[in-house]
């Protein structure tokens, strides 16, 4: 054999085993992808932003998650409707140990603010009793602001203070089909 080509002696891996790997890299991936991103120290001041593209950039059943960070204490706000038709937020908050205390001074104030307010039984969660939504619907631009009422509203009720920090992280986020330039 000369000049010609010539087979290295050096062992090869057979083509299949190199799916184990490349398999093993996009497994890794997608549940890089599935685990939600938190933001921590979100504090009043940066929360509108994070409630501008909630409410812009999120479909219809989207929850984001605000975590108090210096005790216990979590908010949901859910997009109930986001359509060209009008958008729906409702913010929710759990009747638990932590929350017992000023739940219901918490359904007076949002009575009062004007904001609709549902009582609903706890669910197949045994630590939750209750659960408390407050609802508004508006505009995608006048919504952010008006989550952003909901929030404050809630933490004044609760005696959290205007220093208080969240950890914020969404849950079953996509995009919005009727989002301009989407």
Known sequence: MCGGWRRSRTMTLPWWLWLIPISSTLLFLWFL??????????????????????????VSGSVMVL?????????????RANNLGGHDLELGVPDVDWSN?????????FRDAGY??????????ATVRRLL????????????????????????????????????????RGRNPTTPGT
């Open 116 to 125: 609709e307010v549902l009582l609903e039984r706890g669910g197949r969660c």
């Open 67 to 79: 975590e108090r960070e210096q005790a216990p204490g979590v908010l949901h706000l859910t997009l």
């Open 33 to 58: 992808q599935k685990s939600p991103a938190r933001k921590r120290h979100v504090d009043a001041t940066h929360l509108r932003r994070f409630l501008s593209e909630f409410v812009q950039q999120s």
């Open 101 to 109: 205390e000023s739940f219901e001074a918490l359904a007076e104030s």
């Open 133 to 172: 939504t407050a609802s508004t619907s508006g505009e995608a631009g006048s919504l952010a602001e008006s989550g952003r009422g909901l929030v404050e509203l809630a933490a004044t009720a609760r005696g959290w203070g205007s220093e208080t920090t969240y950890t914020v992280h969404f849950e079953k």
